[in-house]
């Protein structure tokens, strides 16, 4: 089906390494960018179904959150002044063996509302319910990479192994919008044989992995005793580094982790889950340089919000306050880092260029949260709110006009409501895993 072209004319358009270049016509057509010309010498010959006026905004490529669990904003501030194990075991586990497929539904697209007003684009999510988790990506527009989450350490695993696969291949030519990776929990809840079933399935398929990695000390203590190696060693015996890897925080990295880690291994860092569980310093704020990274959310459990802007704001903030020096983390080099993430996917998205897809945001700084600003990428960075975010397209398609959300979020927020109270009311359940037990 052809999609509607639209003008975004007179832009100042925001590249991904942070420069900006003023009064330019973007047209888009059919899902992606058609032209970008310079206004002046723009002579009128193409036309489009719509103009939007950006005369005093700023365009960038649509943000990335590079590792949610976007159902659990069905659980934002469930589980507060907990440890990691706590978090876990007392709390998300037992609530979530009583997850209903309406819950998980109505949380992701919760959690998608969220994000979309936030400005982001497309977002790497892992869960489980899978079905629900795509039923949901599918109803409001927003451009997913499904990791449907597999514990290795379930008896039953070689079964939600196979479902997982069918599910893949089912589903993988549905649309250009959805994408998959292979998604093991953690190395902490996969032991070797079934870890090494999973990464061989990966292969099999030809597809990257998603998973947990050294998010806390305490796991990489658990694998030293268990394995006699890292969580990254661990991960190094079934050849998982032969596949483009996007790991989910990898804060406690070690130095002699990086001989294990190639180009294509991604990390999804998201600093608001560890200042909140008190994760502690690990070697990812010594190392980030030599890492290829980019921002997550993590579930909305554990990081209340889904906007993987502010975690960018938080690494600089905490990489600053840790450096004891402000130099570090510049401005351009964390917004480099946060438009990284699309370079996880194989969506082909990030480029302001022709030809490639229309993931856009159009952002007006003219607010009294951001006014006076010197340069827009700090005003983003440091300064923004969702409220900032104008307008949000996903493959030409607007998810959010005139700052307010195309989707009908009143009958959402009624839906979230009464899941919520359900939820309370069914209580918590025995959770079929546990964390570190
Ligand atoms: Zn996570």
Not at 212 to 238: C, D, N, S, W
Not at 249 to 276: N, Q, S, V
Request: net charge negative; aromatic share 10%; hydrophobic share 40%.
């Amino acid at each position: 089906m052809k999609k509607g072209s639209v003008l975004l004319k007179c832009a100042a358009l925001i590249f991904g390494d942070g420069s900006v270049r003023t009064r330019q016509n973007l047209y888009t057509e059919d899902g992606r960018i058609a032209a970008i010309v310079d206004t002046d010498s723009d002579d009128g010959s193409r036309q489009a179904d719509e103009v939007i006026d950006c005369s005093r905004y700023f365009v960038t490529c649509g943000i990335v959150n590079l590792h949610a669990h976007t159902a659990m904003n069905i659980f934002k501030g469930i589980a507060e002044d907990v440890k990691p194990d706590q978090w876990f075991n007392d709390m998300i586990f037992p609530y979530e063996s009583k997850m209903t497929p309406q819950d998980v539904y109505i949380g992701t697209k919760l959690g998608i509302a969220e994000m979309i007003n936030n400005g982001v684009t497309a977002v790497a999510d892992h869960y489980f319910m899978e079905e629900e988790v795509l039923r949901a990506v599918k109803d409001t527009g927003i451009r997913a990479d499904l990791a449907p989450t597999v514990f290795g350490a379930s008896p039953d695993y070689r079964d939600r192994l196979a479902q997982v696969r069918a599910f893949i291949t089912e589903h993988e030519k549905d649309s250009e919008l959805v994408e998959f990776h292979m998604g093991p929990h953690a190395d902490y809840t996969c032991p070797p044989q079934a870890m090494g079933d999973i990464v061989d399935a990966a292969k099999a398929m030809d597809l990257p992995l998603h998973l947990h990695l050294a998010e806390e000390e305490a796991q990489v203590k658990i694998a030293l005793e268990k394995y006699g190696v890292t969580p990254f060693g661990y991960m190094e015996r079934f050849g998982a580094f032969d596949l483009p890897v996007l790991a989910a925080h990898g804060l406690w990295i070690r130095e002699d982790d990086l001989k294990y880690i190639k180009d294509d291994t991604m990390f999804a860092f998201c600093p608001k889950t560890y200042m909140k569980l008190g994760s502690g310093r690990g070697g990812f704020f010594d190392l980030y340089d030599k890492l290829n990274y980019s921002f997550g959310t993590d579930g909305a459990a554990s990081s209340n919000t889904v906007n993987p802007v502010e975690q960018a704001r938080l690494f600089a903030l905490l990489g600053k306050f840790l450096d004891d020096d402000g130099r570090t983390h510049p401005t351009e080099d964390m917004w480099k880092h946060l438009m990284n993430g699309h370079r996880a996917f194989r969506f082909g998205t990030g480029y302001l260029r022709e030809g490639a897809p229309a993931d856009l945001v159009i952002w007006d700084l003219n607010m009294p949260d951001t006014m006076a600003y010197y340069h827009p990428v700090t005003a983003i960075l440091y300064s923004s709110t969702s409220a900032n975010v104008r307008c949000t397209m996903v493959a030409g398609e607007i998810l959010k006009r005139d700052g307010k959300l195309v989707m009908d979020t009143e009958e959402l927020l009624r839906e979230a409501s009464e899941a919520q109270q359900a939820l309370i009311a069914r209580g918590k359940g025995k959770a079929n895993v546990g964390y570190l037990r």
